[in-house]
């Protein structure tokens, strides 16, 4: 089992830069992928950016070049570094984590409640 608690959400004008954290409870968590989704007002939820155990990375298209997904397997913490923000950016971001690669980037079966991110033009 494992709980996630996202954190660092918050209002920040286009152009600027902005940190997620999210704190994994759960003795397996330097096994686990971990991933990062976000929740735009009235759209989907969609794929951001995932890490495997070893540290491998995954981005969407749409982030690529401008969020670095890292992991502190230490202090049990993933983190979404987003720099280049955009108002397109604007979302609900969540947690997630599973045991593979592949449903960590489609269906995770572990997430976090969400923290708002909101960027301003």
């Known amino acids: 089992q494992v709980q996630l608690v996202e954190s660092g959400g918050e209002l920040v004008q286009a152009g600027g830069s902005l940190r997620l954290s999210c704190a994994a409870s759960g003795r397996s968590f330097s096994t686990y992928p971990m991933g990062w989704f976000r929740q735009a007002p009235g759209k989907e939820r969609e794929f951001v950016a995932a890490i495997s155990w070893s540290g491998t990375t995954y981005y969407a298209d749409s982030v690529k070049g401008r969020f670095l997904i890292s992991r502190d397997n230490a202090k049990n913490t993933v983190y979404l570094q987003m720099s280049s923000l955009k108002p397109e950016d604007t979302a609900v971001y969540y947690c997630?984590?599973?045991?593979?690669?592949?449903?960590?980037?489609?269906?995770?079966?572990?997430w976090g409640q969400g923290t708002q991110v909101t960027v301003s033009s």
């Open positions: 997630a984590a599973d045991r593979t690669i592949a449903r960590v980037t489609t269906a995770p079966d572990y």
